[in-house]
C-alpha cells in the first residue's frame, strides 16, 4: 500500500483506511487502460483538507444495538456547510453501502445490509458516525447520524 495505490471504491478495506484514512476519485486517470470513474487514490494528509469534492474519508459507525464497526462517508468540503453523505460499513469481506429511504433499491439495500450484519432493522437504525480524522480547521471530530 502506497500513495500510488489506484483501485475501485468498491475494493476499499479497512486496512486501505488504516494507512490513508483519505481517499479521492482519480477521475484525471479515468482515460488508463482497465480505469473508469469508480476508481480512487488515497491522500497523504491527515487532515480533510477544504475545498474538495467527494473524497471518501475513514470512519466509525455505531448501530443502534450499540455494536461498531469500520467504514467510511462521502465528504464533500467545496462549500459550506461541509455536507457529510452516505456511508460504507467495511465488515471483511463485506462492502454494505448504508442505504438512505431516497436511494434507488432501498429496500434492497437495506435487506442486505440487515442480513449480512444479522440483525434487524430496530437494532441497526438509526447507525451514527465519527470521522477518524478532522476537517481542516476543526479540532474536534465530526459525527452524526445516517
Known amino acids: 500500500m502506497s500513495a500510488e495505490t489506484r483501485k475501485p471504491v468498491d475494493r476499499l478495506t479497512v486496512n486501505d483506511f488504516s494507512a490513508f484514512p483519505i481517499w479521492e476519485y482519480a477521475l484525471n486517470e479515468e482515460g488508463i487502460k482497465g480505469r ?7 491522500l497523504t494528509a491527515r487532515v480533510v483538507p477544504r475545498g474538495q469534492y467527494s473524497l471518501q474519508v ?7 444495538s450499540g455494536r461498531t ?7 464533500n468540503t467545496a462549500e459550506e456547510p461541509v455536507e457529510i453523505s452516505g456511508g460504507v460499513i467495511l465488515d471483511s469481506p463485506n462492502y454494505l453501502p448504508i442505504p ?14 440487515l442480513s449480512s450484519l444479522g440483525v434487524s432493522g430496530a437494532e441497526v437504525f438509526p447507525i451514527t ?9 476543526e479540532q474536534i471530530l465530526r459525527s452524526g447520524k445516517l
Open 129 to 137: 458516525y465519527t470521522l477518524r480524522v478532522p476537517i481542516e480547521g
Open 100 to 113: 438512505r429511504r431516497e436511494m434507488f433499491g432501498f429496500e434492497q439495500l437495506k435487506e442486505v445490509l
Open 58 to 64: 475513514a470512519a466509525d459507525f455505531r448501530i443502534a
Open 69 to 75: 464497526y469500520s467504514g467510511f462517508v462521502n465528504v
Open 36 to 42: 473508469d470513474e469508480t476508481w480512487v487514490r488515497p
